[in-house]
Protein backbone atom coordinates (compact mmCIF):
# COMPACT_ATOMS: atom_id res chain seq x y z
CA UNK A 1 0.00 0.00 0.00
CA UNK A 2 1.20 3.02 -0.82
CA UNK A 3 0.61 6.93 -0.02
CA UNK A 4 0.69 9.69 -1.99
CA UNK A 5 -0.37 13.39 -2.14
CA UNK A 6 -2.98 15.33 -4.12
CA UNK A 7 -0.21 17.31 -6.07
CA UNK A 8 2.39 14.30 -6.84
CA UNK A 9 -0.69 12.06 -7.87
CA UNK A 10 -1.31 14.70 -10.29
CA UNK A 11 2.10 14.97 -11.24
CA UNK A 12 2.44 11.48 -12.00
CA UNK A 13 -0.31 9.79 -12.48
CA UNK A 14 0.26 7.08 -14.72
CA UNK A 15 2.66 5.91 -12.79
CA UNK A 16 0.58 5.26 -9.90
CA UNK A 17 -2.16 3.75 -12.37
CA UNK A 18 -0.10 1.16 -13.37
CA UNK A 19 0.95 0.32 -9.67
CA UNK A 20 -3.00 0.02 -9.18
CA UNK A 21 -3.11 -2.14 -12.09
CA UNK A 22 -0.64 -4.45 -10.47
CA UNK A 23 -2.91 -5.15 -7.64
CA UNK A 24 -1.44 -2.46 -4.93
CA UNK A 25 -4.04 -0.12 -3.34
CA UNK A 26 -2.54 3.71 -3.34
CA UNK A 27 -3.76 6.30 -0.53
CA UNK A 28 -4.59 9.95 -1.37
CA UNK A 29 -4.33 12.63 1.10
CA UNK A 30 -4.84 16.48 1.36
CA UNK A 31 -2.30 18.06 3.96
CA UNK A 32 -2.07 14.82 6.16
CA UNK A 33 -5.64 13.36 5.71
CA UNK A 34 -6.20 10.46 3.54
CA UNK A 35 -8.86 11.72 1.34
CA UNK A 36 -9.57 8.64 -1.30
CA UNK A 37 -8.32 5.30 -1.58
CA UNK A 38 -7.38 4.10 -5.67
CA UNK A 39 -7.66 0.22 -5.91
CA UNK A 40 -7.62 -2.08 -8.75
CA UNK A 41 -11.31 -2.45 -10.45
CA UNK A 42 -12.88 -5.47 -8.61
CA UNK A 43 -14.63 -8.87 -10.64
CA UNK A 44 -18.08 -7.71 -11.80
CA UNK A 45 -20.86 -8.47 -9.73
CA UNK A 46 -22.02 -11.47 -12.39
CA UNK A 47 -18.82 -13.18 -11.20
CA UNK A 48 -19.26 -16.25 -9.13
CA UNK A 49 -17.35 -16.27 -5.55
CA UNK A 50 -15.04 -18.89 -6.88
CA UNK A 51 -14.16 -16.20 -9.56
CA UNK A 52 -13.69 -13.28 -7.06
CA UNK A 53 -11.50 -15.42 -4.84
CA UNK A 54 -9.69 -15.99 -7.95
CA UNK A 55 -8.67 -12.54 -9.39
CA UNK A 56 -8.18 -11.49 -5.98
CA UNK A 57 -5.20 -13.98 -5.61
CA UNK A 58 -3.90 -13.05 -8.77
CA UNK A 59 -3.81 -9.66 -8.16
CA UNK A 60 -1.90 -10.36 -4.84
CA UNK A 61 0.45 -12.40 -6.66
CA UNK A 62 -0.59 -15.91 -5.16
CA UNK A 63 -1.22 -17.55 -7.98
CA UNK A 64 -0.95 -16.72 -11.58
CA UNK A 65 -3.50 -16.75 -14.65
CA UNK A 66 -3.03 -19.39 -16.76
CA UNK A 67 -1.83 -18.54 -20.11
CA UNK A 68 -3.40 -21.38 -22.25
CA UNK A 69 -7.07 -20.26 -23.55
CA UNK A 70 -9.52 -22.70 -22.25
CA UNK A 71 -9.75 -25.78 -24.52
CA UNK A 72 -6.26 -25.41 -26.07
CA UNK A 73 -3.69 -28.27 -25.71
CA UNK A 74 -0.84 -27.89 -23.10
CA UNK A 75 2.42 -28.39 -24.32
CA UNK A 76 3.86 -32.36 -23.88
CA UNK A 77 6.16 -32.93 -20.95
CA UNK A 78 8.62 -35.55 -21.15
CA UNK A 79 8.97 -38.04 -18.64
CA UNK A 80 11.46 -37.84 -15.72
CA UNK A 81 12.90 -41.43 -17.18
CA UNK A 82 11.57 -44.10 -19.43
CA UNK A 83 8.54 -45.92 -17.74
CA UNK A 84 10.41 -49.54 -17.87
CA UNK A 85 12.81 -48.12 -15.17
CA UNK A 86 10.01 -46.54 -12.93
CA UNK A 87 7.74 -49.90 -13.30
CA UNK A 88 11.42 -51.66 -12.25
CA UNK A 89 11.88 -49.49 -9.56
CA UNK A 90 8.42 -49.61 -7.98
CA UNK A 91 8.34 -53.34 -8.40
CA UNK A 92 11.94 -53.09 -6.27
CA UNK A 93 10.13 -50.98 -3.64
CA UNK A 94 7.06 -53.03 -3.48
CA UNK A 95 9.39 -56.10 -3.19
CA UNK A 96 11.49 -54.80 -0.11
CA UNK A 97 7.66 -54.25 2.05
Known amino acids: MQTVGVKELKNRLSAYLRTVAQGETVLVTDRGEI ?21 QL ?23 APLVDILRDLDEARGER
Request: hydrophobic share 45%.
Open 35 to 55: VAEIIAPRVGETAGPQQRVLA
Open 58 to 80: DRLGVLTAAKVAPGQRLPRRRPA
